[in-house]
């Protein structure tokens, strides 16, 4: 009775049907660099924010200048060292990233918003829209991104440092977008033939609705992926253009800018090291992070991509370990076998 109990326990088991939601979270999960990555992730941003807030609850001046702890080496009071007008890196370098943290947010939701919206749109209606559309989004993706931000920067040099912020974060999320929008202006143009945007149609429901609530909503793990990688792309373009001064002033500190700082004298480099040692070290393991995660959900956003439950693992186990036996069983008769045909052939002799 108790083995009947089992069985139907396993068989119900393995009939149960994972969701596709869960389906990703599990090989998410199962992927040890992108967890490792997400983990990675938090940390860097949970100490940011935390070092954002401290400097502006305690009113500490990013600015002010020590002459006399110029070039001091890391230490216990200062974790990072200085730079070369005695300020404290440990606290510029995060404050740094909370620079980069808040371009890649801001940039990459304008990049999303702007490349889901004229990719649906395109995919949607084809035709004569969709030519000029996407026409229009190679025009976009032919422009040189440098040469327009350096022109940018060069008309807007006189602004106000946190103004140049967000002209950066403009720039950036105006010209990212090209490549998500031909993504799911493809990934459209396949559902819109599916049967359930036919019932929709057939019932009357309204374009806009039909995009937004039916087509969008089947795309949106791809747009995640993506906006990983955009994100991720975003920093390391401000911080390119921090590193040539094209971005924010002083005194908001980016990691850029500490980078090229240190990079204008050789001697700094050689002999201050901790100078852009954190910095390089900070902007590393930040994108390093976000590409691992962008990585860990393209596989398992991949339907190609196989994964097993601890379910399916055990009875795969189990499957073997009998498989092992059998063979064992099969060998042993075997033997047998032999044995019993050498004295019956004695016997007869």
């Known amino acids: 009775m108790s083995t009947a109990v089992s069985n139907?326990?396993?068989?119900?088991?393995?009939?149960?049907?994972?969701?596709?939601?869960?389906?990703?979270?599990?090989?998410?999960?199962?992927?040890?660099?992108?967890?490792?990555?997400?983990?990675?992730?938090?940390f860097l941003v949970a100490i940011i924010t935390v070092t954002h807030f401290y400097i502006n609850f305690s009113g500490y001046n990013l600015a002010k200048v020590y002459m006399d702890k110029k070039y001091m080496a890391p230490s216990m009071e200062h974790i990072f060292g200085t730079d070369g007008q005695g300020r404290d890196l440990f606290l510029r370098v995060l404050e740094g990233g909370w620079i980069s943290i808040q371009v890649g947010i801001l940039s990459t939701f304008m990049s999303v918003f702007i490349g889901v919206s004229i990719g649906a749109i395109a995919g949607f209606f084809g035709g004569?829209?969709?030519?000029?559309?996407?026409?229009?989004?190679?025009?976009?993706?032919?422009?040189p991104f440098l040469a327009i931000a350096m022109t940018i920067s060069a008309i807007f040099a006189d602004l106000d440092a946190h103004l140049r912020l967000y002209l950066i974060i403009f720039i950036l999320g105006s010209l990212r977008w090209?490549?998500?929008a031909r993504m799911v202006r493809g990934q459209i143009l396949s559902l819109r033939e599916q049967e359930?945007?036919?019932?929709t149609k057939a019932l009357g429901i309204s374009s806009y609705h039909q995009i937004t609530r039916h087509l969008i909503p089947n795309v949106l793990t791809y747009v995640i992926v993506s906006g990983t990688l955009?994100?991720?792309?975003?920093?390391?373009?401000?911080?390119?253009?921090?590193?040539?001064?094209?971005?924010?002033?002083?005194?908001?500190?980016?990691w850029g800018r500490l980078l090229s700082v240190a990079a204008q004298d050789a001697v700094v480099m050689t002999k201050y090291w901790w100078t852009w040692v954190f910095p390089g070290f900070a902007l590393f393991s930040l994108i390093m992070s976000i590409n691992l995660v962008g990585e860990g959900l393209r596989d398992a956003v991949d339907p190609k991509s196989q994964?097993?439950?601890?379910?399916?693992?055990a009875r795969?186990?189990?499957?073997?370990?009998?498989?092992k036996l059998m063979k064992k069983e099969q060998k042993l008769r075997g033997k047998k076998g032999t044995v019993k045909d050498v004295m019956i052939s004695k016997e007869e002799m």
Do not use: W
């Open 8 to 42: 139907d326990k396993l068989s119900r088991e393995h009939e149960k049907i994972i969701s596709p939601t869960k389906q990703i979270m599990i090989k998410f999960k199962h992927n040890k660099l992108a967890m490792f990555g997400l983990c990675l992730l938090i």
């Open 128 to 143: 004569k829209i969709d030519s000029i559309i996407m026409r229009g989004t190679e025009i976009v993706s032919s422009f």
């Open 178 to 180: 090209t490549g998500l």
């Open 196 to 199: 359930f945007i036919l019932a």
């Open 230 to 254: 955009t994100f991720a792309g975003a920093i390391l373009s401000e911080s390119s253009l921090s590193y040539l001064g094209l971005s924010v002033t002083e005194p908001i500190p980016t």
């Open 307 to 313: 994964y097993m439950s601890k379910e399916q693992k």
């Open 316 to 323: 795969l186990k189990e499957k073997k370990r009998r498989e």
